[in-house]
């Protein structure tokens, strides 16, 4: 019962900056854990990041010191920002929502990240 509308994409140069958002509706936001997966073209889709009810993130090594992930629980909104992008960044981002114990994940459309000069 969560509904889930990335948007923020677009195309970047290398090194630039980007900034990804996750509109969550549908159940009560505060108590999922959320997330950021990507998936490249040919590539199985693989975790980027993500962030518990209270706050702790964790990253793809892949990322790391390049992406932050945060969470704004008053507007139902989780954030991806990507600073330092790089051609190998380029795939479609999707936001994840679920609530542990459950394994039930909840999936938004995707949004394209194009990395290119």
């Known amino acids: 019962q969560v509904q889930l509308v990335e948007s923020g994409g677009g195309l970047v140069q290398p090194g630039g900056s980007l900034r990804l958002s996750c509109a969550a509706s549908g159940s009560i936001f505060r108590i999922y854990v959320m997330g950021w997966y990507r998936q490249a073209p040919g590539k199985q889709r693989e975790l980027v990041a993500s962030?518990?009810?209270?706050?702790?993130?964790n990253y793809a090594d892949s990322v790391k010191g390049r992406f932050t992930i945060s969470r704004d629980n008053a507007k139902n909104t989780v954030y991806l920002q990507m600073n330092s992008l790089k051609p190998e960044d380029t795939a479609v981002y999707y936001c994840?929502?679920?609530?542990?114990?459950?394994?039930?994940?909840?999936w938004g459309r995707g949004t394209q990240v194009t990395v290119s000069s």
């Open positions: 962030i518990t009810t209270n706050e702790s993130p």
């Open positions: 994840n929502a679920h609530r542990p114990p459950s394994m039930i994940n909840y």
